[in-house]
């Protein structure tokens, strides 16, 4: 192990407290089970109204710093130019927006809403319930959750390249708490335990998926020590590729991802309802604008229902969680940028091939649905994660699609691990870009290991209660951030 490792608190709190947690929940499963569903309710009842307020919060400081006159700060010095062409840092973006996260929610986030309505006096499984699933659908995808990431990605990038020091979570926040060290490995800690439920979120909802999928083509049961047979390859797989050096094969992987991503998109387009999907796409943008407020403060303290709880709250708390990883990402390859080509590029492009990707495929299984007779809807309700593999029992070449399906959420979850348990070695290496093997496998193993934890001791509900719970801290420290980097960017000059 690297030096720097060996005399850094960070890692050994983080590990620590994530490695506790993963043997609470294997040694004590009821008891884990039943506190995670207390905090569950905990966190979204009391605090349900600062996750929604913090993400419109985000929005508004975006914009308006790119409106302004310091949307013409580059991120890195004065002469610099970005590192990537345009279109070539757009498909980082692109690859960076998409993950088994979409490929999960793609068809299971509209027919839910098809099924269970998000108002009540809505009729389940009617034209106007297609629509308003729709809508919602293109809501939680949009610029909310990538505001998040792009909070987090423009501090770190302008701390890495513009002033050149390291870009860590309690480096962002020192205008604001000082140089407390006990304070700031703390808040470093903390970012490093959100990340973990949050890329551990991530592996489960994949792992389920794969269960799901296998169940659909090979008839493979859903359960859990199937999930944990796919957990221990997946760990396999990538404790390969990181001791043998592949990381060639990785970057392959990636690029394969991306590739196999849009065939099956084209595909689907092709073979779906070409013109349903177009209409969908339109008419649920234009829904999404009108919507737009009054879905990002939209709570229910007069009915007492829980749907926003369940949806949105977990969706930002998720986001959140996900942010340090997906933000280093998204810094790291936009050196140069100005922060108005910065905001208009994360907050405008993946946001709109989410969109496009629901349309296609939950347009397609809502098609399926109210005009061939189909119930994937039902389907969905009962177990979301055979969602995808229902919408291609309607299309031509059902086997093939499936498989193909099979392989990219794999690969997805080997890379998304692979990457992850990098970002957090450089985390607990006081930010490091190039931490050390020992390190990364140490994370990899322990993100694996808590994702089965999770899943043993309640499925999604559990994956959910791990983001929102963990996110609760890290979204304060957030909105310092945000009130810190105001105060750090004020003292630049601004280029005429």
């Known amino acids: 192990m690297e030096k720097h490792t060996y005399h850094n608190p960070v890692f050994y709190v983080s590990a620590a407290v994530v490695a506790l947690l993963v043997l609470a929940g294997a040694i004590f499963t009821d008891a884990f089970k039943e506190t995670a569903n207390t905090l569950f309710s905990f966190t979204t009842i009391n ?5 929604l307020l913090a993400v419109f919060i985000f929005i508004i400081f975006l914009v308006a710093l790119s409106a302004t006159k310091y949307g013409k700060l580059r991120l890195g010095p004065k002469d610099s130019r970005p590192e990537y062409p345009f279109f070539t840092w757009i498909g980082m973006l692109f690859s960076a927006g998409f993950g088994a996260g979409l490929v999960f929610w793609g068809v299971a986030e509209p027919m839910s809403h098809f099924f269970e309505t998000p108002f009540a006096g809505l009729e389940a499984q009617t034209e106007e319930a297609a629509r308003v699933a729709m809508g919602y659908a293109f809501f939680h995808w949009g610029i909310s959750q990538w505001s998040v990431f792009a909070v987090v990605g423009l501090i770190i990038a302008f701390l890495q390249f513009k002033k050149d020091k390291k870009g860590l979570i309690s480096t962002a926040i020192k205008p604001v708490v000082g140089n407390n060290r006990a304070l700031s490995g703390t808040i470093d800690s903390l970012a490093v335990i959100a990340t973990v439920m949050g ?11 794969l269960n799901g999928g296998l169940k659909s083509v090979f008839h493979v049961p859903t359960s859990v020590w199937v999930q944990v ?6 760990l396999v797989t990538y404790l390969l590729s990181s001791s043998t050096g592949l990381n060639k094969g990785i970057k392959w992987l990636s690029n394969l991802n991306l590739g196999l991503c849009l065939v099956l998109l084209v595909f689907v ?16 943008l234009g829904d999404y604008f009108t919507n737009f407020v009054q879905y990002s403060l939209r709570l229910t303290p007069y009915s ?14 998720w986001s959140t969680a996900w942010s340090p990883f997906v933000g280093a990402f ?12 910065f905001v208009f590029g994360v907050l405008v492009v993946p946001p709109l091939i ?12 809502m098609y399926s649905d109210l005009f061939n007779g189909t119930q ?38 080997v890379t998304s691990a692979d990457s992850a348990t990098y970002i957090l070695g450089s985390m607990t290496s006081r930010g490091s870009l190039n931490p050390a093997l020992t390190v990364k496998i140490v994370w990899g193993i322990l993100i694996t290991a808590i994702a089965v934890v999770l899943l043993v001791a309640g499925g999604l509900n559990a994956l959910q209660t791990a983001s929102l719970t963990s996110a609760l801290p890290f979204t304060v420290i957030l909105l310092l951030i945000v009130f810190a980097f105001v105060k750090m960017i004020k003292k630049e000059q601004v280029p005429k």
């Open 229 to 234: 047979g796919i957990a221990t390859v997946m």
């Open 376 to 413: 994937i809807a039902e389907a969905v309700n009962a177990d979301m994660a055979v969602a995808l593999f229902e919408t291609f029992g309607d299309l031509p070449m059902e086997m093939i699609l499936s498989l193909m399906s099979i392989f990219l959420i794999f690969t997805f979850l």
């Open 269 to 284: 387009f092709i073979a779906g309802p070409t013109v349903f999907i177009l209409n969908t796409f339109v008419l649920g």
């Open 304 to 317: 007492g229902e829980t749907w926003v709880r369940e949806w949105t709250v977990f969706y930002w708390a």
């Open 330 to 341: 998204v810094a790291r390859v936009s050196r140069g940028r100005t922060i108005r080509e």
């Open 354 to 365: 989410a969109c496009l990707w629901i349309a296609a495929f939950g347009g397609t299984a």
């Open 47 to 51: 605090f349900g109204w600062f996750y």
């Open 199 to 209: 890329v551990a979120t991530s592996l489960g909802l994949g792992i389920l998926q």
